[in-house]
């Protein structure tokens, strides 16, 4: 056999064996992009379903009779593009965008007679918010200029009075900014998405804690960015671990919750700020810090906005502070980012309604909010007070004015049996499982907050059902073959 037949029947042999095959024919240009477009146009037309496997690259390589090169390019262009995804040791595959069944935003939901839900991290139902934002929207109501700026059209950022009383309200809890330097959001998650969207493109590299908010995990998942999680200890990121991860790959932006990670507890200590500032500016990546789990002042540290300013975006939102329904949040961005971001929120929406806006800001200007956020971290406070009693013995971590416990259970208990057995108990919490960046395995832990029951007579119900759980060994209920 010559060398030219031998070579045809090989790529005979390739093309019978490939599961896809493009024409490449009638696609212009670098063959590379060639079958990076082919991908595209096959994932668009259903061709290439969500979740198919791709034919080995040096199968595709010998049908197409290309080199591998030519493949492991076009594969990595399209993952570029957000269409396809590697798993080292498993292949390349078709991403799902719409796999996002991670269960995060677990609703509100119609409780049962008795039964306590302690899954989500949400303000107090405090009586009296209800009454200071009637104060507040009167006031507004009452105002004709306020109303009239609320009726227009604003600069993307927001209005510049607004940004300016929240400017001050950041810089009383050791953000310095004036109202240039803020962009208003809706909220926490439309502050995430929409730094993401700005700042990233399809298939770029997103790094969190191994345990993070389960909203960053769903941007990412939408926009078709890569997320991996880093190692965590007490200190917050593991900075060895992540600089390993900065010499292999190139991650573009690091999310962190330096004051209090969700669903951890975990604060970032100052000196491992200062480690991932550094290294920040020697990999050249970009960090969004996430301070929506407001906390009070004298609970914080430097934020990594101060350390690396030209870096680090620090978002917060006041859904935790005051009423999630208010949905407004504030982004600090450096000037040279500013204008990115600017163009996202335009392109997505003009701007954020002006009016939650206007209401919140009377309700700073009038030190309202102010009393209503130390009315709820004392209370915070005394229900982290009950936690520490009930909890005594075991395992967990907590800040006293953050709404969340992270319970390591004691063994045999497996998180997903012990989250079973409390929701037969009359209590709601969560599994590690939905705080898991990547695949990253989950730990035997639970997460649940101190802050959506009415009083604390109903936290103290729930705990004491919990405590009991504690000290009663799972039954042995899967028996498989
Ligand atoms: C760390 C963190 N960031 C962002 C959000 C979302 O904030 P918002 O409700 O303002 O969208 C949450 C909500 O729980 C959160 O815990």
């Known amino acids: 056999m010559t060398f030219s037949t031998q070579a045809f029947s090989t790529q005979t042999k390739a093309r019978q064996r490939c599961s896809w095959l493009p024409d490449l024919t009638i696609y212009p240009g670098p063959r590379y992009r060639a079958l990076a477009d082919a991908i595209s146009d096959a994932v668009r037309s259903g061709a290439l379903p969500a979740g198919t496997r791709l034919p080995p690259q040096r199968l595709l390589a010998d049908a197409l009779g290309v080199t591998t090169g030519t493949i492991t390019r076009a594969y990595a262009e399209a993952e570029r593009r957000g269409i396809l995804t590697a798993l080292v040791g498993s292949g390349t595959y078709v991403r799902d965008h719409n796999t996002n069944k991670t269960p995060i935003f677990n609703h509100p939901v119609q409780l049962e007679q008795g039964e306590i839900d302690l899954s989500m991290s949400l303000t107090i139902p405090d009586p009296t918010r209800i009454e200071r934002f009637g104060r ?42 004036t109202a240039e330097d803020l962009l208003l959001t809706q909220g926490g998650q439309h502050g995430i998405f929409t730094t993401l969207q700005s700042l990233l493109r ?18 990412c998942k939408q926009l078709g960015l890569r997320h991996q999680g880093i190692a965590m200890d007490g200190e917050g ?21 330096p004051d209090l990670n969700n669903p951890t507890s975990i604060r970032m200590s100052i ?9 920040a500016a020697r990999y050249d990546f970009l960090i969004l810090e996430d301070a929506t789990q407001a906390l009070p002042a004298s609970e914080r540290l430097m934020p990594l906005c101060e350390i690396a300013p030209e870096r680090a975006c620090h978002l917060f939102s006041f859904s935790k502070l005051l009423a999630g329904g208010i949905c407004v949040g504030v982004i600090k961005a450096p000037e040279h980012l500013m204008r990115l971001m600017k163009n996202a929120l335009r392109a997505q929406c003009w701007m954020c309604p002006p009016l939650p806006a206007t209401i919140l800001c009377q309700w700073i ?3 309202e909010a102010d009393e209503q956020a130390q009315w ?16 005594e013995g075991y395992v967990y971590r907590h800040n006293l004015y953050g709404f969340m416990v992270w319970l390591n259970l004691p ?34 832990a639970v997460r649940f907050c101190v802050s959506p029951p009415g009083d604390r007579q109903q936290l103290e119900i729930a705990l004491q059902r919990l405590q009991r759980l504690l000290q009663t060994p799972p039954q042995c209920m899967n028996m498989l073959v």
């Open 136 to 177: 507040a929207l009167q006031q507004v109501s009452g105002d004709a200029s306020a109303l009239a700026a609320a009726l227009s059209y604003q600069p993307e950022q927001g209005m510049f009075e607004r940004r300016n009383t929240l400017a001050q309200w950041l810089t009383r809890y050791g953000v310095t900014a």
């Open 202 to 219: 399809p298939g770029e590299l997103v790094l969190s804690d191994n345990l993070t908010y389960p909203g960053l995990i769903a941007a």
């Open 237 to 257: 990121m593991d900075v060895a671990a992540l600089e390993r991860v900065c010499q292999q790959q190139h991650p573009r932006l690091i999310y962190l919750m």
């Open 271 to 279: 000196k491992r700020r200062h480690q991932l500032a550094e290294l």
């Open 365 to 367: 200007d009038s030190g």
């Open 376 to 391: 709820q971290w004392h209370e915070v406070s005394e229900r982290q007070r009950l936690v520490a009693h009930y909890l």
């Open 411 to 444: 063994d045999p208990w497996r998180a997903s049996d012990f989250v079973q057995a409390a929701m037969r108990e009359g209590v709601r919490i969560l599994s590690a499982e939905p705080f898991c960046a990547g695949n990253h395995p989950a730990p035997q």
